[in-house]
């Protein structure tokens, strides 16, 4: 069965740091790996995914995630945070036969 | 562009009872999925439309069925409700144009299901 972890459930970091949210991933055959954000009062949104190629991949509002096929992690990351970036992030993960795993997300806040 | 969207919002049913869902998708999408989330943990897949035919189905019983229509929009429907079914339910379209696990979901907002 594939599943998708996600350590922390909470990551606390100050305005202008960098900051990493982690994420592993279980799946059998080769993985498409997906990161989601919501805000409060809002639905889940789309921010960036892999598929194949470059394992450092870019997304919406700076964001970015790197795949390591070795360790199976999917880590999201920001060289510079926002005090705007303050919301839940999702990891997911999709067969190639459309099932879709979620992790249980966490929570970023961002300090000024 | 509406996007995805989801009605009712808020639903309270009882034991026993059966609730339909719906959910018109993201113009341009033909792939609908459903999510059970509940609080504190991350949406649980519980079946995935694609041209009116169930595709793939995630660890939920028969209680929960769905239907997807012509026009792609979608329902979910939960018989002989159980007070574990309270959640917020979400709908997701994507595209299956190509490959079809690797094109993101656009959510809906949710429903959300009280059972007393």
């Known amino acids: 069965a594939q599943s998708v972890a996600q350590p922390e459930d909470q990551v606390n970091v100050a305005e202008g740091n960098p900051l990493t949210v982690k994420c592993t991933y279980s799946?059998?055959?080769?993985?498409?790996l997906f990161w989601y954000v919501q805000y409060p009062n809002r639905g889940l949104q789309f921010l960036l995914k892999y598929i194949t190629g470059d394992n450092l991949v870019k997304g919406s509002y700076g964001f970015e995630a790197e795949f390591n096929k070795s360790q199976t992690s999917f880590h999201l990351k920001k060289p510079s945070a926002l005090v705007s970036d303050s919301a839940l992030y999702f990891c997911a993960a999709n067969t190639n036969a459309g099932k879709s795993t979620f992790g249980d997300g966490t929570t970023l806040t961002v300090k000024p | 562009d509406a996007g995805v969207t989801q009605s009712p919002t808020h639903l309270i049913k009882t034991r026993g009872q059966q609730v339909t869902l719906r959910c018109s998708p993201k113009?341009?999408?033909?792939?609908v999925s459903w999510y059970q989330q509940a609080l504190g943990q991350g949406p649980q897949f519980i079946f995935q439309y694609y041209e009116e035919e169930e595709r793939q189905r995630g660890n939920f019983p028969d209680r929960f069925s769905g239907h997807q229509f012509p026009n792609y929009s979608s329902e979910l429907n939960v018989n002989a409700l159980l007070l574990g079914d309270s959640a917020l339910y979400l709908c997701?379209?994507?595209?299956?144009?190509?490959?079809?696990?690797?094109?993101?979901?656009?959510f809906g907002p949710g429903t959300r299901l009280t059972v007393l």
């Open positions: 997701a379209s994507s595209l299956a144009a190509g490959v079809p696990s690797g094109n993101e979901q656009f």
């Open positions: 799946v059998s055959g080769n993985p498409y």
């Open positions: 113009s341009g999408h033909d792939t």
